[in-house]
């Protein structure tokens, strides 16, 4: 059984894992990373190409079930920032207008690998774990943020900045921008009325975001030959499974995603609130 401290082994191409049914979202080893602000469209949003960072995704123009979309520049979702270069938080910050960073570590985590400071942005720690919740397996991991009390403080403040962020880009993270980030993306494009089906495709985007990093290299794969050898991190890609487990447990304990958003402080007229302020009209 997988946890979350496993995240150490034996290592094969990404282009072997990638999931069923994303056709044309699945990675190429040793792809050419181009560095600036231009990126590719598509259902899941829009990659932002940064020096440093690879899973870094802004969430303007996916579309909800009732035809709108995502406004540009407004949600950012990313790995650690600690991974980016001073050009980089330049980038985020002329060009998307960078004004919120929230960070849902834990303290420990952020005690030894801090945000560097962005000039006029506010920073936010919204931990949603404790310091020890890497002792459990990937499915509790995943029960726990959406059932625990400090995961539900955590993606309850998130929500009320949000509200509160009429202008600007609010940047989301965790360390790599896939478990704990994808769980808040989750809920803030649900919150907006996006549909499950687009929601597990924005989630497992994150596998694709990874792979285009040369120091990341996913559990039970071979390292690719041109992959770098030194400073390797070996992490678990997402699955279907784990975005299940969450979803699963939200309709166990709180009956639906209505009232889970209700129990994180977004009644109607706040997700009316939100969809004004983040979708097109």
């Given at each position: ?53 690879t ?7 996916i ?13 950012i ?62 499915k509790?991991?995943y ?15 998130f ?32 919150a ?57 447990r ?6 639906s995603?209505?009232?889970f ?18 979708l097109?009209?």
């Amino acid at each position: 059984m997988r946890t979350i401290s496993q995240r150490v082994g034996v290592v094969i191409m990404l282009s072997g894992l990638l999931f069923s049914g994303l056709s044309g979202c699945a990675a190429q080893a040793g792809t050419t990373r181009s560095v600036g602000t231009k990126a590719t469209k598509s259902v899941v949003g829009t990659h932002i190409a940064l020096q440093g960072p690879t899973n870094v995704q802004d969430l303007g123009g996916i579309r909800t079930k009732n035809g709108q979309t995502v406004r540009p520049h407004r949600l950012i979702r990313s790995s650690k920032l600690a991974d980016y270069t001073a050009q980089d938080l330049r980038t985020l910050r002329v060009t998307y207008h960078l004004r919120s960073i929230v960070d849902f570590r834990s303290r420990k985590e952020i005690q030894q690998t801090p945000d560097p400071r962005v000039a006029r942005t506010t920073y936010h720690q919204d931990s949603v774990v404790a310091n020890n919740y890497g002792q459990r397996t990937t499915k509790q991991f995943y029960q726990g943020l959406v059932s625990d009390p400090i995961a539900l403080r955590g993606y309850r403040a998130f929500f009320n900045q949000l509200l509160h962020q009429k202008s600007g880009a609010t940047l989301f993270h965790c360390t790599y921008g896939k478990d704990r980030t994808g769980i808040g993306a989750m809920l803030v494009l649900s919150a907006l009325g996006v549909s499950k089906q687009t929601i597990l495709r924005e989630y497992l985007y994150s596998n694709t975001n990874l792979a285009r990093d040369p120091h990341v290299v996913f559990l039970n794969q071979r390292t690719p030959g041109k992959r770098a050898k030194t400073h390797l991190q070996r992490i678990n890609a997402v699955t279907k499974g784990d975005l299940t487990a969450a979803t699963q447990r939200i309709d166990q304990k709180y009956g639906s995603m209505a009232n889970f958003l209700k129990r994180l402080g977004v009644t109607p007229t706040k997700q009316a609130q939100l969809k004004r302020l983040y979708l097109t009209k």
